[in-house]
């Protein structure tokens, strides 16, 4: 069974730093394009940041309201994605969630839409 599970969400301040996870299960994690979003109230589900493999490494994309602030990575071992946030703005605020489609492979599309398997989410709040 497929399933992904986001932790690490909480409250930080302006400029500050935080890693949110992403621990999957039920599929292997190399094969595949993970995704991060966010939501915030009121908002259209946004992009942030997505990660794939060829075999011979990993690729990572960014939004470019988050590039040079945010880092995604991988642990295949473990299962997990990471999503390093750092000089966090306000409007960083929303609810983190990873995503997976697994009809697409490694490839990664931009938009929500496609991904047919979502983690619960976790809480990010940036605030002094």
Same mark, same amino acid.
């Given at each position: 069974? !497929?399933? =992904? ?23 292997? =994690? ?17 992009? !942030? ?5 060829? %075999? ?9 309201? !988050? ?20 000089? =966090? ?10 995503? =997976?489609?697994?009809?697409? %492979?490694?490839?990664?599309?931009? /938009? ?11 809480? !990010? /709040?940036?605030?002094?």
């Amino acid at each position: 069974q !497929v399933k =992904l599970v986001e932790s690490g969400g909480g409250l930080v301040q302006p400029g500050g730093s935080l890693e949110v996870s992403c621990h999957s299960s039920g599929f292997t =994690l190399n094969l595949y394009c993970i995704a991060w979003f966010r939501q915030a109230p009121g908002k259209e589900r946004e992009g !942030v940041s997505w990660i794939n493999s060829d %075999g011979n490494g990993d690729y990572t994309y960014y939004a470019d309201s !988050v590039k040079g602030r945010f880092t995604i990575s991988r642990d295949n071992a473990k299962n997990i994605v990471y999503l390093q946030m750092n000089r =966090l703005k306000p409007e960083g605020t929303a609810v983190y969630y990873c995503a =997976l489609d697994m009809d697409r %492979g490694d490839a990664c599309d931009r /938009t929500a839409q496609p991904y047919d398997r979502w983690g619960q989410g976790t809480q !990010v /709040t940036v605030s002094s």
